[in-house]
């Protein structure tokens, strides 16, 4: 019987003290990051926080208002690896990759992705304007580790 009550108590009490714990605990997820991914695109400049897993994407929402982003726009965004393999994948000799990484943790916090201009043999010079792409990721979470409260 008393066991019970303890039980009872707990399942009361610890999810009104879960607002104030100094442990981000979420088993369901590695980590969370927002992100932006700025281009001439569907949902361009649109934030959103992504939940991964296994540096997969498990889940994204919307920072905007909290709804969950369709499964079939996940594609375009990147985990943290996934930024790493975007700046591996080009070619640097057709655009120009700039990386600005988190000053804390080390990871592309800014990846622009442009092409640069392109040479005929008759010295002619062509610019692809509105074909540059730029990921912003802020705000990582690690799950699962001690982390201060806000405030």
Known sequence: MKLVRVAAFLAVMLPGCSKDAAVNVNPRYD????QAKYCFCPNG???VRLFVVADTIADAVWLSDGSHVSHGDWGAYRT??????EMSRWDTSAVAINVTYDSVYHYPAL???SPKPVVTPDSIVTV???AEVAYKTYNYIRYGMMVRPAG
């Open 31 to 34: 980590y969370s990051i927002d």
């Open 80 to 85: 943290i690896k996934g930024l790493y393999q």
């Open 128 to 130: 692809i304007s509105d």
């Open 111 to 113: 990846l622009s992705i």
């Open 45 to 47: 400049g649109k934030a």
